[in-house]
């Protein structure tokens, strides 16, 4: 009847503004990769891949971070590259020091590998003193160990208030570490859930009090659906469908 005819025709039009949305977002990665200057070329996909993942990077912290200066995106993206320890961007504002790391490709269909997530999570072990990064001739990934260890203190000397800090995995693709019942997860999707737990949860397994919990630690995943769900594109106006009754 018109109601079957109805949903299909919603679900018609939200897929199709859903790709409307994702070619939206390329075009914002292409315009990035002009003002990284790698090259005025007209499609995605003719950027080579390591500077596609610059431009996701660029896009985030201008997007998340409200970078409006352009010095300023170029700054917090600066560290990613050889050496960068799975530190691809980092942004300090007042107390709050934020870092990540970002995954892209031209079909907007990345999956996350297992050791992808383990090198997310070793960069606040990297922070904290636990694993060296010492092995690195990327000066940009030392300059952020060392404002984090200043940032440490003065909140030690109470010249701040309490440290904050957030930690983003972005991801050009799909990846829901909450598997549904009935289906074993994977093997990146289970590092994901180790890793969350050893920072989030208070309690261990059995019980006693985890000495890894950061009730101060934000963990951050942003999948491809809550990047295109920031874009807003120009739909044609609303329009009316009247039926008429068969008698």
């Not at 109601?3 to 679900?11: H, I, N, P, T």
């Not at 996909?45 to 300023?72: M, P, R, S």
């Not at 940009?140 to 000397?157: C, F, I, Q, T």
Request: glycine share 6%; net charge negative; charged share 35%.
């Amino acid at each position: 009847d018109w109601r079957d005819f109805y949903k299909m025709s919603q679900e018609q039009i939200e897929k199709q503004y859903k790709e409307e949305v994702k070619e939206q977002f390329k075009l914002e990665i292409v315009d990035a990769c002009k003002k990284l200057d790698y090259g005025e070329k007209a499609n995605l996909e003719d950027y080579e891949d390591v500077h596609l993942g610059k431009a996701l990077d660029y896009w985030f912290c201008k997007n998340t971070f409200q970078l409006e200066n352009e010095q300023e995106i170029k700054e917090a993206i600066k560290i990613g590259g050889a050496g960068d320890k799975g530190f691809d961007f980092f942004h300090i504002e007042d107390n709050v020091i934020k870092w990540g790391q970002g995954k892209f490709s031209k079909k907007l269909d990345h999956k996350i590998k297992k050791e992808h997530v383990k090198e997310f999570f070793d960069t606040i072990e990297k922070l904290n003193g636990n694993i060296s990064i010492s092995n690195t001739n990327n000066t940009e990934v030392a300059a952020l160990k060392d404002a984090y260890g200043d940032l440490v203190e003065r909140e030690k000397k109470g010249e701040i208030e309490q440290l904050e800090k957030v930690m983003y995995f972005v991801n050009a693709g799909e990846f829901d570490p909450d598997v549904p019942n009935g289906t074993s997860p994977s093997d990146a999707q289970k590092e994901w859930n180790d890793g969350v737990a050893k920072y989030k949860d208070e309690k261990m397994h059995d019980g006693s009090p985890n000495p890894n919990y950061d009730p101060t630690l934000e963990i951050k995943l942003v999948t491809i659906n809550d990047i295109t769900d920031t874009l807003i594109v120009e739909t044609t106006p609303d329009i009316t469908l009247e039926f008429s009754s068969v008698l």
